[in-house]
């Protein structure tokens, strides 16, 4: 059986699936969307197709109850009646199927896609992942099944069984898939708890395996817990806890009251301990757990030996000990607390007079509250070995018929896992028997414990009427205290969560996101840069990989959601800064549910035409996100100079903050108004030589510093990093950083590979200055280029390498070109090296054609596909006193080459200057033979 959506279902075919994971474009909550493409279906609603909602309500009607946009109970069934389209069906379905198979979801979302006519995004939300995935498949096929059978598929999806083939949908089977798919999934009842406790308290949480360990809290806060087994707990504890007599020796040291014990190895020492220790006794495995191989009130020396045999199957090492009469109880503490305390019956059945053993059981199973292994707050009873021996024991086989009430017990122990029962008995307990309890917890070290304890009475002190603990245990179940079959249910994975996170702590980490068509990556360094002043450890995640300090773990583009993770899951970070890109927000959405600080830089015209962001207010919709999601307690950081950017302050949360370029005289008058009211302003009041940096805040003016003084702003005339300088001191102000430390870290930040590579890198080592740039956009390219502009007095000619990625539009790729042709005096046109779906030399035509209508001279036109050898043909034009400029892809392996990069020159030996020769390594065209040769070159 698989997951995936099948592509096309009778007239309805899905085009894309995603798993949000975190906040994203369509809720903050975690769903799963699948396009759908509704195809006829389009013009014929619910109300249109014969008898199509009546057979809908007939085999799910509790679908209909959905309150729906209605929002009232029966919403949905009015929406069916009134006609509402195939999509918000599907949705309304996914989400009644998880709900059938015990998940507590209700949220989902059904809208079209602009421009596409019938096609619709379908989401809707899930507990676990793949169970919500194959609700959403099961939701397809359940829709299809009930259409009249000219608009059904052709075939069925056959998901659940082979041979299912045509036939009705079988809801019951369905529903089955998803329970048995959510068992080997899903948390146990325990773990589940305290993750569901977890966030309650707003402490994030993060699945770390496909079982039960789960971290919470984010990196050095995180804490993490195996189902009752936490980070906190002793691993001397358990392993005492699991040697039964070294048990009981610390305990009876201790004061607590054990019942005597020997450790035998052979059947015939087991009897001669129990006489004497003195009959009755409890033989049992020495580290055994969940009741497996434990025999009780043994007085005989033949049931003796055989309880032997049965415990030596697990331990080699057994256990005889007196037999404490009275009931069974479990003592839950957690912290050196008594939360919960449970009173155990053993399984067992209840003749009428008529019914074997066998016919009893069958029936108690059938109760709705047992289920398989812990899926339910009962566990079925199961026919083995030992409920045959046990039944032996008394005189009985599985076809006895037991008297009119006669109980027949079917174990010798009580625990849930083999078909006991709970009743609550927290409110019961003496004080001295809550005492006992916690001293032995403690005892053996264990922050968690559950505690067994026989006595006949537990509202009186075993120290005065006997009984006490008979067995201590590292990671109890908490089952039976969160669904007792009698009594009143125990919360009791609040005090675990408080014992993790005392006095209110979440465990969580300053999370600072920075999100924008350009300058995220410098801006992230530079934040990152100054949050290390502060002494803190820094998680730090852009498109050259993820770093810790100034250590990088992990080479990859990492801007997306998973390396984010990868910073929260680490335990050395004590603050996380994260470059968010475009295409993980549309894959997966954010990696955590709220950061403290987001911004966002700008938003320009890039990756257009992909994947539904077709222009600039779409990617302005994208990018929002980030700031969509930011605590209620924190700040967005908003670039005020531009419009889609500052208009996001109507969707973000926390308080707002600006940063801007337009400080002083120019400060437009929304940004005074916002000054005046004490809002957070970072601003560039412009002068010569970059302009000073001002800190607005509270109703104070302070001086930050001179642009000139950050070297990453080449004395003030890299403008756009003046920008990403601004924003990074606005999120560090918005978090409380000093204004001297921000001081600091600014004037420390330079172009150096090594501190910010790919951005602004700067070598002089062979005659002429190379500049090393990512600008991979106009934006980009344009901002470079004013640079260019201010820098031109003081080089030669300028000569420079172009390229685009090929999954821009055709216009973007050609205005990169013009873009060049402007800039340059001779530039080199270069592939990307992936091309994106774009033929060989497809890219360099484009930005050919680009380069012409800039006006540039065919003979200062060169195409070169390979980025190196282009790399080396910029180099190769270069005389001495020229600027380079290097637009690479793979910012490390150019780099690199620079540096290894050999200049040939010919010296005339006549007084002439040495002439440069093209490296021996470049084969390049010197030329474009094809294109036109303008008069001048604009």
Not at 208 to 214: P, T
Not at 461 to 473: I, P, Q
Not at 703 to 720: H, K, N, Q, S, Y
Not at 854 to 876: F, N, Q, S, Y
Request: charged share 25%.
């Amino acid at each position: 059986m698989t997951n995936e959506f099948t592509p096309a279902l009778g007239p309805m075919k899905v085009l894309e699936r995603a798993v949000y994971r975190g906040p994203h474009l369509f809720g903050s909550v975690p769903m799963v969307r699948f396009q759908l493409d509704l195809g006829s279906l389009e013009e014929m609603p619910s109300n249109r197709i014969d008898g199509f909602v009546d057979r809908l309500l007939a085999l799910l009607p509790s679908v209909g109850d959905h309150a729906c946009s209605l929002g009232h109970k029966g919403g949905f069934r009015e929406r069916l009646r009134e006609g509402t389209w195939m999509g918000h069906v599907a949705e309304h379905v996914a989400i009644e199927l998880q709900r059938q198979a015990g998940a507590d979801v209700t949220l989902g979302k059904t809208r079209s896609v602009k421009g596409e006519p019938g096609v619709y995004n379908v989401l809707f939300a899930y507990e676990e992942e793949e169970v919500g995935l194959l609700a959403g498949r099961l939701a397809l096929e359940l829709v299809d099944s009930l259409l009249p059978a000219d608009l059904a598929g052709v075939r069925r999806l056959d998901i659940l069984h082979k041979g299912l083939g045509d036939g009705p949908f079988d809801l019951e089977r369905a529903v089955e898939e998803l329970k048995r798919l959510e068992r080997r999934v899903g948390l146990g009842p325990t773990t589940d708890s305290i993750v569901a406790e977890a966030r309650r308290r707003g402490v994030p949480v993060m699945r770390l395996d496909d079982r039960s360990l789960v971290q919470l809290g984010w990196g050095r806060r995180q804490q993490r817990i195996r189902a009752s087994i936490t980070g906190k707990t002793s691993f001397i504890g358990v392993d005492t806890a699991s040697n039964k007599d070294l048990t009981k020796s610390l305990l009876a040291q201790a004061g607590v009251p054990v019942p005597q014990g020997e450790v035998v190895r052979k059947a015939d020492d087991a009897v001669r301990a129990a006489q004497r220790i003195g009959p009755p006794v409890v033989v049992k495995p020495l580290d055994g757990n969940h009741g497996r191989g434990v025999s009780t009130n043994l007085t005989e020396p033949d049931t003796i030996r055989r309880s032997f045999e049965i415990a030596a199957k697990i331990s080699r090492n057994v256990v005889v000990e007196k037999y404490f009469p009275g009931n069974d109880h479990r003592l839950l503490v957690v912290g050196g607390e008594l939360v919960a305390v449970a009173e155990r019956v053993p399984a067992h059945v209840v003749g009428d007079g008529a019914s074997t053993i066998a016919e009893l059981i069958a029936r108690v199973n059938k109760d709705p509250r047992r289920g398989e292994g812990h899926e339910q707050m009962l566990t079925k009873i199961k026919v083995d070995a030992l409920v045959e021996d046990l039944l032996a024991f008394h005189g009985m086989t599985l076809e006895s018929v037991p008297a009119d009430g006669q109980t027949v017990l079917l174990r010798d122990t009580a625990n849930l896992s083999t078909g006991g029962t709970a009743v609550d008995r927290t409110d019961d307990i003496h004080p001295d028997n809550a005492c006992i309890a916690i001293r032995a917890a403690m005892t053996l070290g264990l922050d968690i414990a559950g505690v067994d304890f026989v006595c006949p009475d537990i509202s009186k002190s075993a120290r005065e009427f006997g009984g006490g603990v008979v067995e201590v245990n590292a990671a109890p179940g908490f089952r039976m205290h969160l669904q007792p079959t009698v009594g009143r249910p125990r919360p009791v994975a609040p005090a675990v969560v408080r014992m993790l996170f005392p006095k209110g702590r979440t465990g969580r980490i300053p999370i600072f996101a920075v999100t924008g068509t350009n300058g995220k990556s410098t801006t992230a360094r530079m934040l990152s840069h100054i949050l290390r002043q502060t002494g803190q450890t820094v998680g730090l995640t852009n498109t050259s990989g993820v770093y810790v300090n100034s250590e990088r773990v992990m080479k990859a583009d990492a801007s997306g959601p998973r390396s984010a993770r990868m910073v929260l899951r680490d335990p050395m970070i004590d603050v996380a800064v994260f470059e968010v890109a475009r295409g993980g927000l549309l894959r997966e959405g954010l990696a955590f549910d709220r950061c403290d600080v987001g911004a966002v830089t700008n938003v320009t015209a890039d990756h257009l035409g992909l994947r539904g962001v077709d222009t600039v207010e779409d990617l302005a919709w994208v990018k929002s996100v980030v700031v969509e999601n930011v605590d209620e307690r924190g700040v967005s950081v908003l670039n005020a100079d531009d419009p889609l950017v500052a208009a996001m302050r109507r969707r973000a949360t926390g308080s707002i903050a600006y940063f801007t370029l337009r400080g002083g005289r120019a400060m437009p008058r929304f940004l005074r108004d916002h000054v005046e009211r004490g809002g957070l302003l970072v601003a560039r009041e412009a002068d010569e030589g970059g302009g000073e940096l001002v800190i607005h805040q509270g109703g104070r003016r302070r001086l930050l510093m001179r642009a000139a003084e950050i070297p990453a702003t080449l004395g003030g005339l890299a403008e756009f990093n003046v920008a990403n300088a601004l924003t990074a001191a606005a999120m560090a102000a918005a978090h409380g950083v000093p204004a001297e430390t921000i001081r600091l870290a600014l004037a420390t930040f330079g172009t150096s590979f090594e501190q910010n590579p790919g951005r602004l890198n700067l070598f002089d080592g062979h005659g002429f200055r190379v500049i090393m740039d990512y600008a991979h956009n106009p934006a980009g390219l344009g901002a470079l280029g004013d640079l260019l502009q201010k820098l031109r007095p003081s080089y030669g000619r300028q000569i420079g390498m172009v390229t685009v990625p090929g999954d821009r539009r055709d216009e973007d790729i050609r205005e990169m070109g013009e873009l060049g042709g402007r800039i340059f005096d001779e530039v080199v046109l270069r592939e990307d090296p992936s091309r994106r779906g774009r033929a060989e030399g497809e890219i360099i035509r484009l930005l050919s054609e680009g380069v012409r209508r800039a006006g540039m001279p065919g003979d200062r036109i060169h195409r070169v596909a390979d980025e190196l050898k282009a790399a080396d043909a910029c180099m190769a034009l270069a005389r001495p006193g020229d600027l380079v400029v290097l637009t690479p892809t793979e910012v490390e392996d150019m780099w690199r080459h620079v540096l290894s990069y050999r200049v040939r020159r010919r010296d005339h030996g006549d007084g002439r200057p040495a002439e440069v020769l093209p490296a021996e390594a470049s084969s390049w065209a010197p030329r474009d033979p094809g294109a036109e040769r303008p008069a001048a070159h604009a």
